[in-house]
């Protein structure tokens, strides 16, 4: 069993930068890839990116690739999402995510936080 609780979420002018974290709970954190996905408003959640557990591989959706990097820290039990040169279009609820597996499906993610808000103004 793995909890996440995600923060860092707020408002932001549009170019800014914005730092999520995801603290999980377990003893077996490193095990787990861990994901970060998004729902904008009216819209379906998709991929943003996601980490291996060992954190030497990751892979970034198109929509944020060269903006938005992820890490983590095993020892803190803990990942990040760092957000640079944000647009209004990166307006969503953001959600972490851990898979027993190194995935982009959302299927595959079967412990999720409960999201923060994230909205870049224009």
């Known amino acids: 069993q793995v909890q996440l609780v995600e923060s860092g979420g707020g408002l932001v002018q549009a170019g800014g930068s914005l730092r999520l974290s995801c603290a999980a709970s377990?003893?077996?954190?490193?095990?787990?890839?861990m994901g970060w996905f998004r729902q904008p408003p009216g819209k379906e959640r998709e991929f943003v990116g996601v980490?291996?557990?060992?954190?030497?591989?990751?892979s970034y959706a198109d929509s944020v690739k060269g903006r938005f990097t992820i890490s983590r820290d095993n020892a803190k039990n803990t990942v990040s999402l760092q957000m640079n040169s944000l647009k209004p279009e990166d307006t969503a609820v953001y959600y972490c995510?851990?898979?027993?597996?190194?995935?982009?499906?959302?299927?595959?993610?079967?412990?999720w936080g409960q999201g923060t808000q994230v909205t870049v103004s224009s």
């Open positions: 377990g003893r077996t954190f490193s095990s787990y890839a």
């Open positions: 995510a851990a898979a027993p597996r190194y995935d982009r499906s959302s299927s595959s993610y079967a412990y």
């Open positions: 980490i291996a557990g060992g954190g030497r591989i990751t």
